[in-house]
Nanobody, 119 residues
Framework: QVQLVESGGGSVQAGGSLRLSCAAS????????MGWVRQAPGKGLEWVGT????????AYADSVKGRFTISRDNAKNTVYLQMNSLKSEDTAQYYC????????????RGQGTQVTVSS
């Protein structure tokens, strides 16, 4: 069982940036897909993006494409989500875990980190 700790959330003005981190309790192998999902108040889980490792570029939801970037540091057991040009609709609790868009509902997640974007 992978334990995950998300951090880096906060409050920011629209147009601003935040960098989220996701620290895993065990080594993130290069072959393991790691994804970010989010949940806005009153809404379901939404896939944000996934890093697949060295053999494939990260994939992103259309809603964040061009603004968000996922990266990983296997030596630090950490996955990052760089969020630029934030919008009010990006306000949500953000989670990370193993997997991609096909297992959003069942993805093992940490406690999440809150991102609030004010316009």
């Amino acid at each position: 069982q992978v334990q995950l700790v998300e951090s880096g959330g906060g409050s920011v003005q629209a147009g601003g940036s935040l960098r989220l981190s996701c620290a895993a309790s065990r080594y993130i192998y290069s072959g393991v897909c790691m994804g970010w999902v989010r949940q806005a108040p009153g809404k379901g889980l939404e896939w944000v993006g996934t890093t697949y490792g060295a053999w494939r570029r990260p994939a992103y939801a259309d809603s964040v494409k061009g603004r968000f970037t996922i990266s990983r540091d296997n030596a630090k057991n950490t996955v990052y989500l760089q969020m630029n040009s934030l919008k009010s609709e990006d306000t949500a609790q953000y989670y990370c875990g193993p997997g991609g868009p096909s297992n959003v509902a069942t993805m093992t997640r940490g406690q999440g980190t809150q991102v609030t974007v004010s316009s």
